[in-house]
């Protein structure tokens, strides 16, 4: 089966600089990556994804790229805010029959010091 | 807005209690999943169905059953509930364009 990677497990940075996090998958039939967010006591929510067919998305401060070839994948957060605090899960996902079969990373705790 | 329910925001539960979560969607979406977190391990699927009295089991099955009789509504079963099954529960559906939505979560605690 799929098996997603995601790295660093935490990560501290200054207010204002950027944030990577990288995760990489196993299966080449994966088509789909979402990254989430969760805030504390919150549910994970949808904040960017990235499909097969293409290489890098952004939208505002974030931004998503993909490397097929290599099988990995990275969430870049510029200038950040103490709001963006939050633990980040990456997920490799594939169509699997009427349904997207989704592997999750195990999770990358951001901290944004003011 | 996909809105996705969950009975329980917090739950304590005995050892061999059989405990019932219930997750609602509004959307009416056919896809609906049941995952567990925990510190370090990401999100585990637990089971999932693609309609109504369909299920299959996903990642960690062991411990848990499942109900959908209804296309809304998807349960989580724990038949006789262990301390390992202490966890956060998630409840997700499915939505048009393969991401999904999450309920709020039911933080289970077996004593």
């Known amino acids: 089966g799929e098996n997603v990677e995601q790295h660093p497990s935490t990560l501290s940075v200054q207010e204002g600089d950027s944030a990577v996090i990288k995760c990489t998958y196993s299966?080449?039939?994966?088509?789909?990556f979402p990254w989430y967010k969760q805030e504390l006591g919150k549910r994970p929510q949808l904040i960017i994804d990235?499909?097969?067919?293409?290489g890098e998305k952004k939208d505002q401060r974030i931004a998503v790229t993909l490397n097929k070839t290599a099988k990995h994948f990275s969430l870049h957060i510029t200038e950040t805010q103490p709001e963006d605090s939050a633990v980040y899960f990456c997920?490799?996902?594939?169509?699997?029959?009427?349904?997207?079969?989704?592997?999750f990373g195990t999770g990358t705790k951001l901290q944004v010091i003011p | 807005d996909v809105k996705v329910t969950q009975s329980s925001r917090y739950l304590v539960k005995r050892t061999g209690e059989k405990v019932f979560l219930e997750c609602v969607q509004d959307?009416?979406?056919?896809?609906m999943f049941w995952y567990r977190q925990d510190p370090g391990l990401g999100l585990r699927l637990i089971y999932f169905?693609?309609?109504?009295?369909?299920?299959e089991k996903g990642d960690i099955p062991e411990g848990y059953s499942v109900s959908r009789e209804k296309k809304e509504r998807f349960s989580l079963i724990l038949e006789s509930a262990s301390t390992n099954q202490t966890s956060m529960y998630l409840c997700a559906c499915e939505g048009g364009h393969d991401e999904q939505y999450f309920g709020p979560g039911t933080r289970l605690t077996v004593t």
């Open positions: 997920a490799a996902s594939r169509n699997s029959g009427g349904y997207q079969k989704v592997t």
């Open positions: 169905s693609y309609d109504v009295k369909m299920k």
């Open positions: 959307m009416d979406h056919e896809n």
């Open positions: 990235i499909r097969s067919n293409v």
């Open positions: 299966d080449s039939a994966s088509n789909y």
